[in-house]
Antibody, heavy 122, light 107 residues
Framework: QVQLQESGPGLVKPSQTLSLTCNVS??????????WSWIRQPAGKGLEWIGR???????NYNPSLKSRVNISLDTSKNQFSLRLSSVTAADTAVYYC??????????????WGQGTLVTVSS | DIQMTQSPASLSAYVGDRVTITCRAS??????LNWYQQKPGKVPTLLIY???TLQSGVPSRFSGGGSGTDFTLTISSLQPEDFATYYC?????????FGQGTKLEIK
């Protein structure tokens, strides 16, 4: 059973870069079968897909965040990471990592990390 | 981006009621539509994918329907554990956008 666990600073100053890592166990991120995604949720609000990375390094980003986002893989550690630059208070949210599962052409998020709260504040 | 609009934004119902939540896409998404349930402070859980396929382990009182732009999530007989927020998500086009959520509360 795959498990995902986010880690990283819970407090980031405005204009700085938010950096989070998702540690994956029970599956190899280099196996070539899945995309690995980041999703966020501001307090009391809905879910926003940030972006994803495939095992070969191909990435897709939400156009609304694309200029500030970078997602990368570390296959030696079985981790993938999120970097979001030039953060503001609007980036304060619970950040989730998740595996993009699929059945035929249908994609969905079945496996999620427990989420980590990142607050942007000076 | 494809916009996903859920209605109602909130809903009060009794245990045992049948409830339906609607999700509308701003353009056709075929049946590339998922439903998630989220309880306060918890991670979202997948209920339905492909508009109508029940995820393994999800009770059969949940059902999904629709195609194109209009979709529904129906709970046939509400149980106490069903009171939560429900989100739809389209995966037809990247980014896979979510609806704003429907909060289901106990009356």
């Amino acid at each position: 059973q795959v498990q995902l666990q986010e880690s990283g600073p819970g407090l980031v100053k405005p204009s700085q870069t938010l950096s989070l890592t998702c540690n994956v166990s029970g599956d190899s991120i280099s196996s070539g079968f899945y995309y690995w995604s980041w999703i966020r949720q501001p307090a009391g609000k809905g879910l926003e897909w940030i972006g994803r990375i495939y095992s070969r390094g191909t990435t897709n980003y939400n156009p609304s965040l694309k200029s500030r986002v970078n997602i990368s893989l570390d296959t030696s550690k079985n981790q993938f990471s999120l970097r979001l630059s030039s953060v503001t208070a609007a980036d304060t949210a619970v950040y989730y990592c998740a595996r993009d599962d699929s059945s035929g052409w249908f994609e969905y998020f079945q496996h999620w990390g427990q989420g980590t709260l990142v607050t942007v504040s000076s | 981006d494809i916009q996903m609009t859920q209605s109602p934004a909130s809903l009060s119902a009794y245990v045992g009621d049948r409830v339906t939540i609607t999700c509308r896409a701003s353009q056709s998404i075929n049946t590339y539509l998922n439903w998630y349930q989220q309880k306060p402070g918890k991670v979202p859980t997948l209920l339905i994918y492909g508009a109508s396929t029940l995820q393994s382990g999800v009770p059969s009182r949940f059902s999904g329907g629709g195609s194109g732009t209009d979709f529904t999530l129906t709970i046939s007989s509400l149980q106490p554990e069903d009171f939560a927020t429900y989100y739809c998500q389209q995966t037809s086009i990247t980014p896979g956008t979510f609806g704003q959520g429907t909060k289901l509360e106990i009356k």
